[in-house]
């Protein structure tokens, strides 16, 4: 059996890095040669780079920074060093999209154009981009496999139906409720960034921490379930599960719910990615069910968590309103980080942007790129001076 050819935009973030894991972890386990690293992309962080490059030395690696490009030229003078993500593309069987925001779209949109798995964490391409990224889902040879763990579990799930597209009767995504659950609005209005960023449950970026405090990050995912599945927005459903073990489920016709568990451990998803529709032979997130105890459920506060409402509006309103959305919460994010906004004024931000959303066309990959800039211009508009 050949190797399969990964390549990885985004290596030196939370799953970038922990594709690596995977890769050595298959590889150890299954014999040198399960899998071959090809392409590696950075933004800036090029001392990540060069010391992944080292050690699985890719034949392409991409940083996008201009300033940083000739020192990892330097440094690896073995690999060929490119500007643009897109180059990561060619040498690869699997491309894992681990940008971080709306910056993932051209990734996503060469590696399904080009006929090849695409590994999906930047779920804003998908989101955002999906007048033009479903169409080409179609290529022969095309595969979009979700590294989300809630996606992943309904993708798991569904593999239950051998008549997915008729017998489902709901998807239910759990959300781990992020550092916040169960506060009022009142006691969130002076959280710091550093509260925000204390997940309960997962180690993620930065951008994808603030969103789940907000439950933004779960409002983006029903989306995202809606383009990947084809589920009705009327039958994704969220539950607040705390303890993060039930990663979603899948209710189908007859009754029944099917739901996938692990401890979280995003190397399970990637893993799944890589090896559909095998399976990896190296266990991430077993559950010790003696030491377990209880899982909880409870209904999402809608009123707290204004941003989830948000999403089902632009997912219902379709076209480039969840590209609108998304980057407006972008914005908002980012200003909070820089401490330019209050928490609770995320959803302010993105409330006040979606109710200026402008409907335009969305049949090219420019068209989405429009509306995004303007959604960002509308947003920072909506800033608190
Ligand atoms: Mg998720």
């Known amino acids: 059996m050949s190797a399969v050819r990964v390549a990885i935009a985004g290596s030196s973030g939370s799953v970038g890095t922990q594709t690596l894991d995977v890769v050595r972890a298959a590889n150890a386990l299954e014999g040198i040669g399960r899998y071959e690293v090809v392409a590696l992309g950075v933004h800036s962080s090029v001392d990540v780079l060069v010391q992944q490059a080292l050690e699985f030395r890719p034949k392409v690696v991409a940083v996008a920074d201009p300033s940083k490009r000739a020192a990892v030229a330097a440094a690896l003078p073995f690999v060929t060093v490119v500007a643009d993500f897109a180059d990561l593309v060619e040498p690869a069987d699997v491309v894992v999209n681990a940008v971080v925001g709306f910056a993932g779209l051209d990734v996503t949109v060469r590696t399904l154009a080009a006929g090849k798995r695409l590994a999906l964490a930047n779920k804003e391409s998908l989101i955002a981009g999906a007048p033009v990224v479903q169409p080409l889902r179609h290529t022969p040879g095309?595969?979009?496999?979700?590294?989300?763990?809630?996606?992943?579990?309904?993708?798991?799930?569904?593999?239950?139906?051998?008549?997915?597209?008729?017998?489902?009767?709901?998807?239910?995504?759990?959300?781990?409720?992020?550092?916040?659950?169960?506060?009022?609005?009142?006691?969130?209005?002076?959280?710091?960034?550093?509260?925000?960023?204390?997940?309960?449950?997962?180690?993620?970026?930065?951008?994808?921490?603030?969103?789940?405090?907000?439950?933004?990050?779960?409002?983006?995912?029903?989306?995202?379930?809606?383009?990947?599945?084809?589920?009705?927005?009327?039958?994704?459903?969220?539950?607040?599960?705390?303890?993060?073990?039930?990663?979603?489920?899948?209710?189908?016709?007859?009754?029944?719910?099917?739901?996938?568990?692990?401890?979280?451990?995003?190397?399970?998803?990637?893993?799944?990615?890589?090896?559909?529709?095998?399976?990896?032979?190296?266990?991430f997130g077993r559950i010790d069910w003696s030491s377990l105890g209880r899982l909880d459920f409870e209904a999402p506060d809608t009123v707290t968590f204004r941003c989830l409402g948000l999403a089902y509006q632009a997912g219902r309103t379709g076209s480039t309103a969840p590209a609108w959305l998304s980057a407006a919460n972008e914005v908002a994010v980012d200003a909070f980080l820089q401490g330019r906004l209050r928490w609770a004024q995320i959803a302010d931000v993105c409330d006040a942007a979606l109710q200026r959303y402008e409907p335009g066309a969305d049949s090219t990959v420019a068209d989405i790129v429009a509306a995004d800039a303007r959604a960002r211009v509308v947003a920072q508009e909506e800033l608190p001076g």
């Not at 996606?151 to 998807?171: K, Y």
């Not at 969103?211 to 990050?217: A, G, H, I, V």
């Not at 009327?234 to 719910?257: K, N, R, W, Y």
């Open 142 to 283: 095309a595969e979009l496999v979700p590294v989300d763990s809630e996606h992943c579990a309904v993708h798991q799930c569904l593999r239950s139906s051998a008549f997915a597209d008729r017998e489902v009767s709901r998807i239910v995504l759990t959300a781990s409720g992020g550092p916040f659950r169960g506060r009022t609005a009142e006691s969130l209005a002076d959280v710091t960034v550093d509260q925000a960023l204390a997940h309960p449950t997962w180690s993620m970026g930065p951008k994808i921490t603030i969103d789940s405090s907000t439950l933004m990050n779960k409002g983006l995912e029903v989306i995202e379930a809606h383009e990947l599945f084809g589920t009705p927005y009327d039958h994704i459903e969220v539950v607040v599960h705390p303890q993060s073990v039930v990663h979603s489920m899948a209710e189908f016709t007859d009754g029944s719910t099917i739901a996938q568990l692990s401890m979280p451990d995003m190397r399970l998803p990637i893993g799944y990615a890589l090896a559909y529709p095998a399976r990896i032979g190296t266990p």
